[in-house]
């Protein structure tokens, strides 16, 4: 939030050090500012920016194709295909389990379809989005609360969308002047109550002077009042629809380079890493490990003609597309403890060659920036792996270290051999060869990995186990957002962090625990009562089955545990016979109204069990798709259900 004053700001407002001292802030809060006759404006900064610009500078280096987003079709069939079959990870905007469901029910084949979708999905509008997806697939259905409204909110459907639609009502339907509707905006988003009271009646009076009937006037208000708290202005809502139709554009058209722009920019996340590498496993692009002669600074394409069958072989994706070009290089910059000057250290040392081991590296690198804790990060995470073993390399390392600051210090004292040249390289290198022993236990690495890059190099012998368990699991953690708030949930997945407290009150045991589906990981409380009956498996590397209810704690989603139990072969029938859920199977071909119908159905009985679509897709494949919100399985709802889709539709597991 900047602030703007016509003169000296001191004249307006006192000013302090932020708590670092770096900036000069307002002690005013901001509302306090604007009564004291500032402007006040927000500048939003979107990273997807960042991932478009290095996109299109990767189509133009390794394709010689020029992208201009600013003029790019607006009508691509293969975008709209994309978000159509629901594949927004990393769409700005549309990548959220619950806008990725409305977005397959839509299936947008305009701009403004994707514009309409970021105004309403938001708390106060989303539950117009089943009528907007309605009134699109059949424009019979548009109707307008009254008939002045239909100059105005055409684009709108008949609904309130967007911000101007209030306006506009309250001007034309209200009598509001312009300034009147800007302070009935400005209410609205404060949320003042007393001044709502004010605009209420002042509304409602309004409407009922131009004709209104007074019970209509006060429904209109009741449409209103929940949505324009939260409403987008049209130009908003356009200007992200805009964005996110870039970055589904260059995921569907060029998806190499926008996947190795999504990882180069979410690089320091490596939840987000992990997430994206799981979708370039999906969309059968290669990516390869770390690798200190190949990577660079960020995520980079290669060609996959060039590489061996051993770099192929030591991909991190499974099937690769056939006719698959590039594959993408995990960069160095996602290691942790690797900085930008080891990084350009690296880099300008490889000019001269690849490097030929770990000696080799140290002679060649200005090692106060590549210091041990780099370098050991290095060998740990796999991007040495070439010269030898993890566990040779570590062993040496302390002596290789020892070895190349003495050859950096006669290189600074200009010294040269006997019969060597000044200026002669190879006078400053040396060679320690690794020891003959053994490669650290498997569990060892899987520890490095994890905590260095955020997934597994190695396959994790849990692995299969979370394959099983993500059967019985009612939604991925990379899914949940904050409409899963208050929602049960059943997650299976391996215990990577255990932190043990005490409570303050009763001095009782209790945990914070992680666990992660092998994807994402979700922080868990333990609370005392489970915490005894658990204690003995909450331990790292432990694959456990939960079942509880989500809550959001310090701005971070958490997993509050009511059940807790270790994952095993046998347990698992009798666990998952215990967290049911109801699976409704949806014919192929089965049109969007049928969908429509069904998707209201199921939200006429709420109730506490997940239920999951069983979507047809290519072959005998089914997708499924976790709605979310809970359902009372009803034996009413599972007669409407199999009348609406057929006898087979409904099924509890």
């Known amino acids: 939030g900047i602030v703007i004053a016509p003169d000296d700001i001191t004249k307006f407002v006192p000013l302090q050090r932020e708590a670092n001292g770096e900036k000069l802030v307002s002690q005013y809060d901001m509302f306090a500012v604007e009564e004291a006759g500032l402007v006040k404006m927000d500048f ?17 280096r390794e394709r010689q194709i020029k992208v201009d987003l600013d003029n790019i079709p607006l009508d691509d069939k293969k975008t709209y ?11 700005f905007q549309l990548s959220s389990s619950g806008m990725t469901k409305w977005l397959i029910e839509l299936r947008p084949k305009v701009i403004t379809d994707l ?10 509008p989303m539950g117009s989005i089943p009528d907007y997806i309605e009134r699109a697939h059949d424009p019979s259905k548009i109707k307008f609360f009254d008939p002045r409204m239909r100059d105005y909110m055409q684009q709108s459907l008949g609904l309130l969308v967007y911000q101007e639609d209030v306006l506009l009502t309250a001007i034309n ?7 009147d509707a800007d302070k009935f905006r400005k209410a609205m988003g404060k949320k003042i109550p007393s001044e709502m009271a004010k605009q209420k009646t002042q509304f409602i009076s309004g409407a009922f002077a131009k004709g209104m009937p007074l019970k209509k006037a006060n429904d209109l208000w009741s449409l209103i009042e929940p949505f324009a708290a939260y409403g987008f202005p049209k130009a908003h809502a356009a200007s992200y629809a805009i964005i996110a139709y870039q970055t589904a554009y260059m995921k569907a058209n060029f998806p190499e380079e926008f996947m190795a722009a999504v990882m180069t920019a979410e690089s320091a996340d490596v939840d987000k890493i992990a997430a994206a590498i799981e979708e370039c496993k999906r969309m059968g692009i290669v990516v390869f490990p770390p690798d200190i002669n190949k990577s660079v600074v960020g995520f980079s394409l290669e060609d996959l003609s060039s590489l061996s069958q051993e770099d192929l072989r030591r991909s991190l994706s499974g099937d690769i ?48 920036l590549v210091n041990r804790k780099a370098l050991e990060s290095l060998i740990k995470s796999g991007a040495l792996d070439k010269f030898g073993s993890r566990a040779a390399q570590l062993l040496i390392l302390d002596q290789v270290l020892e070895e ?27 060679s320690i060869e690794l020891p003959d022993v053994s490669e650290l236990p498997l569990e060892q690495l899987l520890i490095f990995e994890k905590d260095l890059l955020g997934f ?47 409570t303050k009150k009763s001095n009782a045991e209790m945990a914070f625990i992680t666990i992660s589906d092998g994807i994402a990981g979700i922080e868990a409380v333990v609370f005392p009562k489970i915490f005894e009956d658990a204690k003995d498996f909450l331990i790292r590397d432990q694959v456990v089955i939960a079942s509880g209810r989500i809550d959001k704690r310090e701005e971070e989603l958490s997993f509050v545990i009511e059940k807790l139990e270790r994952y095993d072969e046998e347990n698992l029938d009798a666990f998952s016979n215990t967290q049911s859920a109801v699976e409704i199977y949806i014919p192929q071909g089965t049109g969007v109204n049928i969908l429509q119908i069904v998707n209201k159905t199921l939200r006429d009985y709420p109730g506490t069990m997940p239920v999951v679509l069983l979507l047809s897709g290519s072959g005998n494949e089914l997708r499924r798709l976790n709605l979310p919100f809970m359902i009372d399985p009803s034996p009413v709802l599972e007669d409407e259900i199999k009348r609406i889709l057929g006898e087979g539709a409904f099924k509890k597991t």
């Open 44 to 60: 939003l900064g979107i990273r997807n920016l960042s991932i478009l610009g290095k996109a299109v500078e990767y189509v133009q």
């Open 81 to 91: 295909e994309l978000l159509a079959r629901g594949e927004t990870m990393g769409v």
């Open 115 to 124: 514009s309409a979708m970021v105004a309403l999905y938001r708390p106060g």
């Open 173 to 179: 339907i209200a009598g509001y002047s312009w300034l």
């Open 321 to 368: 597309n056939s006719g698959a070009k590039q594959g993408i290089r995990f960069g160095l910059s996602a290691i942790k403890n690797v900085g930008e000057g080891a990084i350009e250290s690296v880099i300008e040392g490889r000019k001269k060659g690849e490097f030929k081991g770990l000696s080799d590296l140290c002679s060649r690198v200005d090692t106060r």
């Open 404 to 430: 190349s600051h003495k050859v950096a210090k006669s290189r600074s004292l200009g010294q040269v051999s006997l019969f060597g040249e000044s200026g002669d390289s190879n006078i400053f290198s040396f």
């Open 456 to 502: 597994y190099l190695h396959e994790p012998p849990f692995l299969k186990s979370l394959k099983k368990i993500a059967q019985i699991s009612s939604i991925k953690v990379m899914d949940l957002t904050d409409e899963h708030i208050g929602q049960k949930i059943t997650l299976g997945g391996v215990i990577t962090n255990v932190k043990k407290v005490f």
